[in-house]
Nanobody, 115 residues
Framework: QVRLMESGGGLVQAGGSLRLSCAASGVNFKIAPMGWYRQAPGKQREMVAGISAGGITNYTDSVKGRFAVSRDWARNMLYLQMNSLKPEDTAVYYC?????????WGQGTQVTVSS
């Protein structure tokens, strides 16, 4: 059973930084693509950043140059370093992987950026 557990969210002022972590279990982490999504109130869930099994990354345009996704294959951990945070980054952030022929999500962690 795939389990994803996020941590690291919180309240931060605009311009600040946060680092999100996701602990993955029940998935072949060495080959699984991983990613971060977010959902703001009243909006659809959107992809923020993804990282392939080989370490290739991609980002939505609004976070390029500010966010960095990384993974630790030895510890089955996924990270999202978020710098220069803006109020529009406020959302619940979810860890995601596609494994066992289905989408798998964590419970989410709240990120709130005050102006």
């Amino acid at each position: 059973q795939v389990r994803l557990m996020e941590s690291g969210g919180g309240l931060v002022q605009a311009g600040g930084s946060l680092r999100l972590s996701c602990a993955a279990s029940g998935v072949n982490f060495k080959i699984a693509p991983m990613g971060w999504y977010r959902q703001a109130p009243g909006k659809q869930r959107e992809m923020v950043a993804g990282i392939s099994a080989g370490g290739i990354t991609n980002y939505t345009d609004s976070v390029k140059g500010r966010f960095a996704v990384s993974r630790d294959w030895a510890r089955n951990m996924l990270y999202l370093q978020m710098n220069s945070l803006k109020p529009e980054d406020t959302a619940v952030y979810y860890c995601h992987t596609y494994s066992s022929a289905r989408n798998n999500w964590g419970q989410g962690t709240q990120v709130t950026v005050s102006s």
